[in-house]
């Protein structure tokens, strides 16, 4: 059984003292590659360097919400957009980068939606100008990201990253193009809306990711999450669905490597 984690951020520095034995215990897990985006600028050219020896791990670029406000450009919108598409553009043409992302909107944080949005759309028009597909964080603002993607309407779609949405609203993003990441919250009881969406939606439109460091499995909060991890969540979307673990591996490893043109 192999997987292909879709959505991990092995490179953060909770990684560094023992990154080796982890990618050797995922190895013998069954993850056998790794898809690593980029949050803010000052991480994207590590990132390249840390995927550079290493075939089976791969990365994107992007600016994360949450990292906006880092943006060098000055207090100027049209300043700091214009300086991120142009960094943005020449990284990912001089990197072997398969997607732009983690980028999004996030209406839980202070930074004001019209600066995200902004920021949002330098990306949007990157993705669609390079025919990239999108890797996006939406957190309390799933009407505002589908109201966008209908606008520029990327031609390579993307994932939209920890989706915990209605079932209805996951189909307007599959009609879109856009493929629901699939994480450690299927494995919590309580997350019933989710458990139930993604038991029904098509599984053509499913990946699989760890988010680690992020989204611990149920039993386990407050722990480091890890890649090695996945082959659980893999077995807790078999349960819901029905089907068997070697299906589930099966179909979300076409899938990503559908969408990422692995």
């Known amino acids: ?21 982890v990618w050797q215990r995922c190895l013998q897990s069954g993850v056998s590659r790794l898809i690593i985006p980029g949050v803010c600028q000052s991480q994207w ?16 670029a992007g600016v994360h919400p949450w990292w906006v406000t880092k ?37 839980a944080i202070d930074t ?3 600066e995200q949005e902004a920021v949002f759309r330098v990306q949007l028009e990157v993705a669609c100008e390079l025919e990239l597909p999108l890797i996006l964080h939406v ?17 390579c779609g993307g994932v939209i990253h920890a989706f915990s949405g209605s079932e209805q609203m996951a189909l307007d993003y599959w009609k879109l ?10 494995t ?7 458990r139930r969406t993604i038991s029904r939606v098509p599984l053509e439109s499913l990946l699989l990711e760890s988010d680690a460091p992020d989204m611990p499995l149920s039993g386990r909060q407050g722990q480091r999450n890890s890649p090695e ?21 099966d179909n979300t490893r076409k899938n990503t490597e559908i969408l990422f043109a692995l």
């Open 229 to 249: 991890n996945l082959p659980l969540v893999a077995a807790e979307l078999a349960k819901l669905r029905g089907i068997s673990q070697q299906e589930i591996a």
């Open 1 to 21: 059984m192999k997987l292909i984690d879709s959505h991990c951020h092995f490179d953060f520095d909770i990684f560094q003292p023992d990154r080796a034995q």
């Open 177 to 186: 193009g856009f493929y629901l990441g699939v994480g450690g919250i299927i």
């Open 188 to 194: 919590y009881a309580r997350a019933t809306k989710t």
């Open 45 to 60: 050219q590590v990132l390249a360097t840390l995927v550079e020896n290493q075939p089976d791990w791969y990365t994107a």
């Open 139 to 155: 957190h309390r603002a799933h009407n505002e990201v589908l109201r966008l993607l209908k606008q520029y309407r990327p031609p």
């Open 71 to 107: 943006i060098p450009g000055g207090d100027s919108t049209n300043r700091c957009a214009a300086y991120l598409s142009k960094v943005l553009k020449e990284h990912l043409s001089q990197h072997d980068c398969l997607a732009v992302g983690e980028c999004g909107l996030d209406a």
């Open 112 to 114: 004001p939606m019209s």
